[in-house]
């Protein structure tokens, strides 16, 4: 199944040791439900770092892009719980991008998940766009890969929300977003440095993570807790 939807909310960040079971617990049992009872929210997944370090990444499949305009969710980053209030500062090194999904290819998610974050100049936007569209498709039936998807940040023209504040203001952004899942972890370590290199894509430089999923959850799996 290729992405849900035709929209994502993609975020990284680090959360220390010392604070991470809490956070595990309330992003898994109260902000993961919070946010996938919004109409629009599809799928969320958190995945860790493989290495073991501080790293998360997170993703919300959305139906459409005016999902993350919607009065149900501006309302809900303006009225954090008291829990969130106490985690969002322990959001450290935060990326948080709101994409519309360009291409995708096979399974959103699998046991690992490679992302690529790049910015194509306006030079070379055509010629990335052009071979991530020859390469993505060929992903899924790859040994060791289930899928391979484009994301293109499109940030919305809002007032700065109460999360977001809370956070320490604005958010820094991703521009264009590389996913591939798969089974097989080294398989993408190994497409890293080889497909995926900046040089094979055409730009200047390139920012990889390596995860693992952690979570996933869809409206309906809420709804049955």
Avoid at 110 to 131: D, K, Y
Avoid at 143 to 148: A, Q
Wanted: charged share 20%; proline share 7%; aromatic share 8%.
């Amino acid at each position: 199944m290729p992405q849900l939807g035709t929209a994502a909310l993609a975020m990284w960040w680090d959360i220390a040791p010392a604070i991470r079971a809490e956070f595990e617990d309330w992003h898994s049992h109260e902000h993961f439900p919070e946010r996938l009872g919004i109409p629009g929210f599809l799928r969320g997944s958190r995945w860790a770092s493989v290495s073991g370090g501080e790293r998360f990444f997170v993703m919300y499949e959305l139906e459409s892009y005016d999902t993350l305009t919607s009065p149900a969710y501006v309302a809900r980053l303006n009225a954090p719980s008291p829990w969130s209030a106490k985690l969002f500062p322990h959001h450290r090194n935060m990326v948080r991008s709101q994409c519309r999904v360009l291409i995708s290819h096979g399974s959103a998610l699998a046991g690992f998940m490679l992302t690529v974050r790049i910015s194509p100049t306006g030079e070379q936007s055509a010629a990335t766009l052009h071979t991530l569209e020859r390469l993505l498709p060929r992903l899924p039936m790859t040994p060791g890969l289930t899928g391979g998807h484009l994301l293109k940040t499109e940030t919305p023209e809002l007032p700065p929300t109460a999360e977001q504040k809370i956070r320490g203001g604005k958010d820094v952004t991703a521009d264009w977003i590389v996913l591939v899942s798969g089974y097989d972890a080294a398989t993408l370590e190994s497409l890293s440095q080889r497909d995926l290199t900046a040089a094979n894509l055409g730009v200047d430089a390139a920012e990889y993570d390596l995860v693992r999923l952690a979570f996933a959850a869809t409206p309906r799996d809420i709804s049955t807790q």
